[in-house]
């Protein structure tokens, strides 16, 4: 992956998980006494549409990491690497599943359950995704050199 895919990623990884942990607040617990009871916190529908505008753009951007980063990966790796990423697709599954599942399910029942599938799903992604992340930084920080020699270029 190039540096634009890797930050586009990072980016819509962040938007979506931030969009859906506000929503997921604002519908659980931001609700507020009106004059008929109760009703929906005022950020609720926005950040609602901003999750289900993001959420798509996150899962193309997740394609082009699995053909440009997992596929060469499984490939130059050992099993132990593959394991990790086959982990991230396994936990990835439900929750794509389940977020096209919430859009189109009108039954309550199975709405809720369906939430309960996606909620834990996103969470467990996101602390995978972070982990992966945190992961990879410290290969990197392990593979570079342990002393950094500078150059001073005198300039007449």
């Not at 931001?30 to 529908?45: A, K, Y």
């Not at 369906?114 to 972070?130: D, R, T």
Request: charged residues 15%; proline residues 5%; contains cysteine.
């Amino acid at each position: 992956m190039n540096r634009l895919e890797r930050w586009s990623l990072h980016l819509a990884a962040f938007v979506t998980a931030l969009t859906g942990l506000i929503y997921g607040w604002a519908r659980y617990y931001g609700q507020r006494l009106g004059e008929f009871g109760l009703e929906p916190h005022p950020w609720q529908g926005f950040v609602q549409h901003a999750h289900l505008l993001t959420g798509p753009v996150l899962l193309f951007l997740l394609g082009m990491a699995v053909k440009g980063h997992a596929m060469p990966a499984f490939s130059a790796r050992g099993a132990k690497d593959q394991a990790a990423g086959l982990a991230l697709t396994l936990i990835l599954t439900p929750m794509v599943l389940s977020g096209y599942a919430l859009q189109v399910c009108a039954d309550l029942r199975w709405r809720t359950a369906i939430a309960w599938v996606h909620g834990p799903s996103a969470l467990l992604f996101l602390l995978a995704y972070g982990a992966h992340l945190w992961m990879a930084r410290r290969r990197a920080l392990r593979t570079q050199p342990r002393e950094v020699m500078i150059e001073i270029h005198s300039h007449p």
